[in-house]
């Protein structure tokens, strides 16, 4: 019955959506957007009048064109009056896409909705919203698969999955139709690029699709839990426990078997943390009886969590004390983010610019540095990890680097991730929490008078004492 229902109020909807031509003299109403799927044109429509009217927070690029030569419409979502947070900082950025395949509209309208909120909502001066655009990056690619969305199809125009189309694993599943090698489809290629050249260090990537009601996280391929469960695990459970009931399960044990697609490439590949969305699956008409706002609000509460809490999806080192005795440093590092790091250490940068790395407990073995393997972060004195919201103490020897109390600095550097391929960073020590204790240092190179005495009569005591 509610597909008959449904089948008669999209009728009624057809003359006005059909045509780009009306569509573009009498607008897009309300009753259209929330019932009635966008198409090619339409959406073109919105991201074009999002870019008009609020140019103070969306940025529209092409990221590159379909196999018909269709551009795919890229938001970026930010408030680009200030191009570094308030404290100076770099801004958080997450990438998201919908559309993947053409006939799961409704990953396509989540990707749209979730750029309305955040678009609409800094119009309105919603709170939240502007604290999110002044401190993040949204890059949004609605539909990726433009092609297959207007003739209401899975595959692109060449008959090709484009979620099997990447290159991480590609066709070493069993799957269809994964194109003739990876990359050969000119939208996951664009997609790609767009990852490696505009957001090489998202700190959040969700692809948005139709089918299951689940959130799967890497990997599609294996069974195996991925290098950063913590951190899937704990935002599997915060969003169980206080948002949504939604399943979050590892992709290969939630759904099936899956390689070559862009969740495991954005993890496996680029390092991001990844999550495909999957809402319902009542896909196949081309519209909905009940208002989209309302069908997807939970899944839109779940994309407010993970963009709202997007800092900490990666490692948070802080510095929480620093003490220089001759030559040897104490740490004490705590990791505020939910993600482990493995690889830390701890370099100094002199006046004159060199760099100084820890030598190690055994210099004149070279633990800390070889040929083949570069810097070892896992030998004694070199290097150390810190998991997720835990802290660390440990001691670096600096051998004679030229560390000075009034010049020179002290950077933290580490890898985001455990994954291989997440990102590596550099952080400034806050100068406060140094702390230059060389007390014996000077005992040694000028000694007290009252030092030399006690040096004399000990030295005399122990001569008598021989004879």
């Known amino acids: 019955m509610r597909r008959l229902v449904a089948a008669v109020v999209l009728a009624s909807l057809a003359v006005s959506s059909v045509s780009p031509m009306v569509v573009a003299q009498v607008g897009q109403p309300d009753i259209v957007q929330e019932h009635?799927?966008?198409s090619y044109a339409t959406l073109t429509l919105d991201v074009n009048e999002w870019a008009n009217d609020y140019p103070e927070i969306v940025d529209l690029v092409v990221a590159g064109q379909t196999e018909l030569g269709r551009d795919l419409w890229v938001l970026r979502i930010s408030?680009?009056?200030?191009?570094?947070?308030?404290?100076?900082?770099?801004?958080?950025?997450?990438?998201?896409?919908?559309?993947?395949?053409?006939?799961?509209?409704?990953?396509?309208?989540?990707a749209f909705l979730t750029a309305e909120f955040y678009i609409e909502g800094w119009g309105a001066g919603e709170q939240e919203v502007i604290d999110v655009l002044t401190t993040t990056e949204l890059h949004i690619l609605i539909m990726l698969n433009a092609d297959g969305n207007d003739i209401d199809t899975r595959w692109n125009i060449n008959q090709v999955d484009l979620n099997r189309n990447y290159d991480h694993y590609w066709n070493t599943c069993p799957t269809t139709q994964p194109g003739s090698s990876a990359f050969s489809e000119s939208e996951t290629l664009a997609n790609s690029i767009y990852m490696n050249t505009e957001v090489p260090?998202?700190?959040?990537?969700?692809?948005?699709?139709?089918?299951?009601?689940?959130?799967?996280?890497?990997?599609?391929?294996?069974?195996?839990?991925?290098s950063d469960w913590e951190l899937f695990h704990f935002i599997k459970d915060d969003v169980n426990s206080n948002i949504s009931e939604i399943p979050i399960r590892n992709?290969?044990?939630?759904?099936?078997?899956?390689?070559?697609?862009?969740?495991?490439?954005?993890?496996?590949v680029m390092g991001f943390p990844t999550?495909?969305?999957?809402?319902?699956?009542?896909?196949?008409l081309l519209g909905t009886v009940e208002a989209l706002s309302d069908r997807l609000g939970e899944e839109m509460d779940v994309m407010r969590y993970l963009i709202e809490n997007v800092w900490y999806w990666r490692a948070r080192l802080i510095v929480d004390s620093l003490v220089v005795e001759n030559g040897e440093v104490r740490i004490s590092v705590s990791n505020l983010g939910r993600a482990t790091t493995?690889?830390?250490?701890?370099?100094?940068?002199?006046?004159?610019?060199?760099?100084?790395?820890?030598?190690?407990?055994?210099?004149?073995?070279?633990?800390c540095d070889s040929a083949?393997?570069?810097?070892?972060?896992?030998a004694p004195g070199c290097g150390?990890?810190?998991?997720?919201?835990?802290?660390?103490?440990?001691?670096?020897?600096?051998?004679?680097?030229?560390?000075?109390?009034?010049?020179?600095?002290?950077?933290?550097?580490?890898?985001?991730?455990?994954?291989?391929?997440s990102t590596w960073v550099t952080e400034p020590v806050n100068d406060s929490v140094v702390e230059f204790d060389d007390r014996v240092e000077r005992a040694l190179s000028s000694p007290s008078v009252f030092l030399s005495m006690m040096c004399v009569l000990l030295a005399s005591f122990g001569k008598r004492k021989e004879d």
């Open 251 to 268: 992709a290969n044990q939630g759904l099936y078997p899956n390689c070559g697609t862009s969740r495991d490439y954005g993890y496996g």
């Open 342 to 367: 493995s690889n830390a250490t701890l370099t100094y940068v002199s006046e004159e610019g060199e760099t100084w790395l820890p030598i190690g407990f055994d210099p004149e073995d070279s633990p």
């Open 36 to 38: 009635w799927y966008h």
């Open 79 to 110: 408030d680009w009056s200030e191009e570094f947070k308030p404290d100076g900082s770099e801004k958080d950025v997450v990438y998201i896409d919908g559309g993947h395949h053409g006939n799961e509209h409704l990953g396509t309208e989540l």
């Open 384 to 421: 150390f990890g810190v998991n997720a919201t835990n802290s660390t103490e440990i001691t670096l020897d600096f051998g004679k680097a030229p560390i000075s109390s009034t010049e020179g600095q002290f950077f933290l550097f580490y890898q985001k991730r455990v994954i291989d391929a």
């Open 372 to 378: 083949e393997l570069g810097f070892n972060y896992s």
């Open 201 to 226: 260090d998202a700190d959040l990537y969700v692809t948005m699709h139709t089918g299951v009601w689940i959130m799967l996280y890497p990997w599609g391929k294996w069974p195996e839990q991925p």
């Open 275 to 284: 999550f495909t969305f999957e809402t319902d699956d009542e896909q196949w």
